[in-house]
């Protein structure tokens, strides 16, 4: 449930209550971690480094990410948009953007799955005015752990120019990406050629034998240069009429190298679309807090890739969240099976489990060492002692351990 003021979540209102974050911790509690949450060490991290407070946190995802996973041959490079309305010299406006206000970042991604491989964040107009420099420096960045290992980028007119598909193919990457003419060195006569194409038709062009441009008319004309393949044609899926005039779906030549670009371009898209889903909105004046809840959800979302291709299940991801939530508080949640017994002070305290009246039973007592820790090789001091037997144990781990083998300690 969504309520206007994170502190709403910890009202005692019967109709507009949540119980259960009061039971995990209490609300000053997690006002204090919220403020005070750091990920690195100010006086000794590099303050000329924009993302120097989260940086530790960014390169451990996505060092996890690579190493966990070696994706399929085919990756796409794009940009998404991280939802963040503050103040920061890093935040971008993009008008045509569903997300208009936030931070710009670019995404090195599996085309098939969405899976991260490699984050970039858009660092400020001045470090990224759009000539060739600056965006060879973003592309190598994102493609660098990968080159000469045969994979194939897929990328939209913002990253395609003809020098870095070159040298692209020389590092050992094949590029398939749409382009805008005017970075095309095209005579005017191709251009006359390329203008007089009717709907559905196309032309297929050799630059240098490394590049190929191939020229597609849909509903405008579509212009897309690559480093493989040939002038092949296969079919599309298109809206039409048929012989009658009525609407229809019907199967139109397209162009084999198009045909891939448009099914292997939308990785970025389907990461942003499923965490689109449950997104954390978290609302907060400080722009590392929106960027930390952007990566534990790029976290999340890569482990439930994996999960399901591990294990072959069928969980959703909306469960699967559910999961790691769970599996967070879990601790924390069995707590709630231990009572205080009422009517007595601390200093003679007992709590025991509620399941059955031949359980041990917890008392509290002096400080001592936790036997069965001590068995582990580990000092480790408890209040609690086991009144049935003696034995002092810590509350949970190690008392479930005694309850289950009475003998362990001895």
């Not at 060879?136 to 939209?156: A, F, R």
């Not at 205080?340 to 007992?350: L, Q, V």
Request: glycine share 4%; aromatic share 12%.
């Amino acid at each position: 449930m969504k309520k206007p003021d994170v502190k709403d979540y910890w009202t005692e209102s019967l109709l507009f209550g949540t119980p259960g974050f009061a039971q995990i911790f209490s609300r000053d509690q997690f006002l204090a971690i919220k403020r005070r949450l750091h990920f690195v060490n100010e006086k000794e991290a590099d303050s000329k480094d924009p993302l120097y407070k989260i940086r530790p946190l960014i390169n451990h995802v996505v060092k996890i990410s690579q190493n966990l996973y070696t994706p399929k041959q085919q990756l796409t490079i794009d940009e998404c948009m991280i939802r963040f309305t503050g103040r920061s010299k890093m935040k971008v406006n993009m008008p045509l953007k569903p997300i208009k206000y936030g931070f710009k970042a670019y995404i090195l991604s599996e085309a098939e799955s969405g899976y991260l491989l490699c984050w970039k964040l858009h660092e400020g107009a001045k470090k990224t005015i759009e000539n060739t420099q600056p965006l060879k420096n973003i592309v190598y960045s994102l493609v660098g752990p990968y080159q000469n290992q045969g994979y194939i980028l897929y990328m939209d007119r913002f990253y395609s120019t003809l020098p870095i598909a070159r040298e692209l193919l020389d590092m050992g990457f094949g590029c398939v990406g749409a382009i805008m003419r005017n970075r095309l060195n095209i005579t005017d006569e191709m251009k006359k050629e390329i203008d007089k194409l009717k709907r559905h038709e196309s032309l297929f062009y050799i630059y240098k034998s490394s590049l190929m441009l191939t020229c597609w008319k849909d509903s405008k004309i579509v212009h897309v240069i690559s480093t493989f393949g040939e002038d092949l044609l296969s079919t599309v899926t298109r809206n039409g009429k048929d012989n009658e005039g009525n609407y229809c779906r019907k199967e139109v030549d397209c162009p084999e190298i198009i045909k891939s670009y448009i099914n292997n371009a939308k990785g970025v898209d389907l990461l942003d679309q499923m965490i689109g889903y449950y997104e954390a909105k978290n609302r907060s004046r400080k722009w590392c807090l929106r960027l930390v809840l952007h990566f534990l959800q790029v976290a999340a979302h890569n482990s439930f890739l994996i999960h399901r291709w591990e294990t072959g299940s069928q969980i959703n991801y909306l469960e699967y969240l559910k999961s790691i939530v769970k599996s967070l508080v879990y601790e924390i949640r069995l707590r709630k099976y231990l009572i205080f017994t009422p009517g007595k002070k601390r200093n003679d305290n007992s709590i025991q489990l509620a399941l059955n009246e031949f359980d041990c039973k917890l008392e509290y007592s002096i400080q001592r060492f936790c036997q069965i820790c001590t068995l582990k090789g580990l000092k480790k001091k408890t209040s609690y002692r086991c009144s049935k037997h003696g034995y002092s144990v810590c509350v949970l781990n190690c008392y479930d351990i005694h309850r289950n083998n009475i003998d362990f300690c001895l």
